[in-house]
């Protein structure tokens, strides 16, 4: 039974480069949030994502987007990356839109040189 | 707004003794209050939440709306509860996000 699955798991970038990241959820789970974790803090949330529609979003700049696909694995986008973008950026998936029990990924930790 | 404070960083026990890891939170609505752990090399998981008031792994917390704490409690520590504990909140209603506090990072010593 597959968790939530993200890729790539680790990756370096420079700065003003561009990143994508992807996460597949749990089968059945419709809902996906996309999460930063700075070293030293708690998860803050990006964004949100129910039926491939944005339903929340936390206090990230524009360079930050994200979308749902039909199969509802998601993409986070970031562009123009600054070095204080180098983070651990964490997919959750649920079966519901208002829930607080998240399914988490193991994460994409992305450095910015 | 939501905010979810753990104002341990680090508390470090001896196995057997007491287990207190503080929260409190502000909110102005009707929040669920949960408890994710985290595990060395593990992802993040829930541990448990005030709704469903089960004691998981030994672990239990309640609800004080007069305080606005959800302190998560173990009477008997164990070297398996070492772990990185992270309180979150969230609201009923849509445009409420699961917020999570800093985290407090749990040492029992043997």
């Known amino acids: 039974d597959a968790g939530v699955t993200q890729s790539p798991t680790h990756l370096i970038k420079t700065r003003g480069q561009h990143v994508t990241l992807r996460c597949s959820p749990i089968s059945g789970h419709k809902s996906v949030s996309w999460y930063q974790q700075v070293l030293g803090q708690g998860p803050q949330f990006i964004f949100q994502?129910?039926?491939?529609?944005?339903?929340g979003r936390g206090n990230f700049p524009d360079r930050f987007s994200a979308r749902q696909f039909p199969n509802y694995s998601s993409e986070l986008n970031v562009n123009a990356l600054l070095l204080g973008d180098s983070a651990l950026y964490l997919c959750?998936?649920?079966?519901?839109?208002?829930?607080?029990?998240?399914?988490f990924g193991e994460g994409s930790r992305l450095t910015v040189l | 707004a939501q905010r979810v404070t753990q104002p341990e960083k680090l508390l470090s026990v001896f196995k057997g003794a007491p287990v207190e890891l503080k929260c409190n939170y502000s909110?102005?609505?009707?929040?669920?209050l949960f408890w994710y752990v985290q595990y060395s090399r593990q992802r993040l998981q829930l541990l448990l939440r005030?709704?469903s008031r089960e004691s998981i792994k030994g672990f239990t917390a309640d609800l004080n709306k007069g305080e606005t704490s959800f302190h998560l409690k173990k009477p008997f520590a164990q070297e398996e509860d070492s772990a990185m504990y992270y309180c979150a909140l969230s609201g009923n209603s849509g445009n409420t996000p699961l917020v999570f506090g800093k985290g407090t990072r749990l040492s029992v010593i043997a």
């Open positions: 959750a998936s649920s079966r519901r839109q208002i829930t607080g029990e998240l399914f």
């Open positions: 005030h709704i």
């Open positions: 909110y102005s609505g009707s929040p669920e």
């Open positions: 994502y129910y039926e491939k529609e944005e339903r």
